[in-house]
């Protein structure tokens, strides 16, 4: 069974940042892509960035020159920077994983409000 844990998450001001965490309990080689999603109050959840095992990154068009997703094999872990926050960020991030399944994070709240 695969465990992936967030941490990071926060309340902060907009135009500020802030840096989520995915620690696997496995190396995220094993894994085709990993990602993260979010899901606001009364919307599906959405792509924001995925990182796949030969390092080629997407993005939503909203998140564009703002977030940066990044993998550090070392320690089995995807990170998502996040710069210049907008309130319509706000919303539960979860951290994804594709192998032959996907699997979920628990997920991690963001907000930005001032």
């Known amino acids: 069974q695969v465990q992936l844990v967030e941490s990071g998450g926060g309340l902060v001001q907009p135009g500020g940042s802030l840096k989520l965490s995915c620690a696997a309990s496995?190396?995220?080689?094993?894994?085709?892509?990993m990602g993260w999603y979010r899901q606001a109050p009364g919307k599906e959840r959405d792509m924001v960035a995925t990182?796949?095992?030969?390092?080629?990154?997407d993005y939503a068009d909203s998140v564009k020159g703002r977030f940066t997703i990044s993998r550090d094999n070392a320690k089995d872990a995807v990170y998502l920077q996040m710069n210049s926050l907008k309130p319509e960020d706000t919303a539960v991030y979860y951290c994804?994983?594709?192998?032959?399944?996907?699997?979920w994070g628990q997920g991690t709240q963001v907000t930005v409000s001032s």
């Open positions: 990182i796949t095992s030969g390092g080629i990154t």
């Open positions: 994804n994983a594709v192998q032959r399944f996907a699997y």
């Open positions: 496995r190396s995220v080689f094993s894994f085709r892509a």
